[in-house]
């Protein structure tokens, strides 16, 4: 990404950020089946800061740009978790079409919602999201079966919604929402890969379009969506299929406790911007 008054030694650092993010934001994908937003968020909304991006657009910069990055990730991941069968295809096919019209809804609110309550969004279900995870409890399971219609596909909706709102994979949600129906945390996780796939497109390009045209975009902007922040995607795709690895060797307590400590980080920088 460049931008004038930016000196050459200062983008070199940032690229090296960046491809360091995009790493980290690979491997949780794969560990954890998220897209990598909740790494990629708060360092892009940093990065645009930096860069000169007003306020008032650049949380928004920052999800469509996260969404462009995560997009390839989230299907390298699918992809690993199918071929080591941890994936119910048929929940995707069922929560996928009520997941679409959630995002396409989320779309239409970010493009007129301001830069301070996205950032509650995430300060909000991040917090009740890390508490259940922290508390592990097994204990916790509101059926051994997914709820029927049209139970599920609302909470597709909901799920596809604040997603598209925090510029994440719908992992955060969608994990909790099947273990809580009897599905074991790690074929959750994988299938989450699979409802992250169907965010992560209408996502990319609804902010795309929600954004052309819009006053004050940093350079090599298409949309909401810059292209100069891209550069992280190859190499979270080609981070992954560790993080993959390593989730199929990892207790169940070991993974609910990274996915809380993965968030609570992500919310309490959030906070720490709204309150500073």
């Known amino acids: 990404m460049t931008v004038s008054g930016i000196s050459t030694q200062y983008l070199i650092e940032l690229l090296a950020f960046l491809a360091t993010a995009g790493a980290l934001a690979g491997f949780l994908s794969g560990l954890l089946g998220i897209g990598g937003g ?51 295809i048929d929940v995707v096919k069922r929560m ?17 919602a301001s830069s301070e309550f996205l950032r509650w969004i995430w300060v909000f279900f991040g917090t009740a999201l890390a508490l259940k995870m922290f508390l592990g409890r097994d204990d916790w399971k509101i059926s051994s079966v997914l709820p029927r219609p049209p139970w599920l ?16 994979g719908g992992a955060t949600f969608t994990v909790p929402l099947l273990t809580l129906h009897g599905m074991t945390l790690l074929r959750a996780v994988g299938t989450a890969t699979g409802i992250g796939a169907v965010i992560a497109i209408p996502g990319l390009a609804g902010y795309i ?14 949309g909401y969506v810059n292209l100069g922040a891209l550069v992280v995607a190859p190499i979270a795709v080609l981070a992954a299929p560790y ?34």
């Open 38 to 88: 909740g790494v990629l968020v708060p360092v892009l909304y940093e990065v645009f800061g930096a860069a000169g991006v007003s306020e008032d657009i650049r949380m928004h910069v920052t999800l469509g740009t996260t969404l462009g990055v995560i997009a390839p990730t989230v299907f390298r991941s699918f992809s690993a978790f199918r071929a080591r069968g941890t994936v119910d």
């Open 96 to 112: 996928g079409p009520w997941i679409f019209l959630g995002v396409v809804a989320g779309i239409v609110i970010a493009s007129y």
């Open 153 to 168: 596909e609302m909470a597709a909706f909901v799920i596809g919604l604040i997603s598209t709102l925090m510029g994440i």
């Open 209 to 222: 379009i929600s954004g052309w045209g819009e006053h004050g975009l940093p350079p090599l902007s298409v």
């Open 243 to 276: 993080g993959v690895k390593l989730a199929h060797v990892l207790s169940k307590r070991t993974l609910e406790l990274a996915f809380a400590v993965f968030i609570t980080t992500v919310v309490a920088r959030f906070l720490w911007t709204l309150l500073a």
